[in-house]
């Protein structure tokens, strides 16, 4: 069993960035890709972002290619979403998930809700106009 924690979720004007974590506990890691999801009020879970195991792989959304950076230390357990030039539709609640991984990354999977076995609390991202 995996418990997920997000952090470093906050309010931010247009054009800033933040820096979100997923720290996992129970297990670590290895093993595992991780990604991350958004849901704004009113709207559908979405695909942000997901790095495979030991970080060989990363897919992005094309909502966020070249804004959104990913980041995973497996030693300290911790996946990290660097968000820059935030948009007032970057607005939500971020998730982090993780899935086993037994080969090489599914792309498909990897950016379906139900790829994944995984999931934290979420935190909140509010970007302001």
């Known amino acids: 069993q995996v418990q997920l924690v997000e952090s470093g979720g906050g309010l931010v004007q247009a054009g800033g960035s933040l820096r979100l974590s997923c720290v996992a506990s129970?297990?670590?890691?290895?093993?595992?890709?991780v990604g991350w999801f958004r849901q704004a009020p009113g709207k559908e879970r979405e695909f942000v972002a997901t790095?495979?195991?030991?970080?060989?792989?990363?897919l992005y959304a094309d909502s966020v290619k070249g804004r959104f950076t990913l980041a995973r230390d497996d030693a300290k357990n911790t996946v990290s979403l660097q968000m820059t030039s935030l948009k007032p539709e970057d607005t939500g609640v971020y998730y982090c998930?993780?899935?086993?991984?037994?080969?090489?990354?599914?792309?498909?999977?990897?950016?379906?809700?139900?790829?994944?076995?995984?999931w934290g609390q979420g935190t909140q991202v509010t970007v302001s106009a």
């Open positions: 998930a993780a899935g086993q991984q037994t080969g090489p990354l599914n792309v498909l999977t990897a950016q379906l809700a139900s790829g994944f076995d995984y």
């Open positions: 129970g297990r670590d890691f290895d093993g595992y890709f």
């Open positions: 790095i495979g195991w030991r970080g060989a792989a990363t």
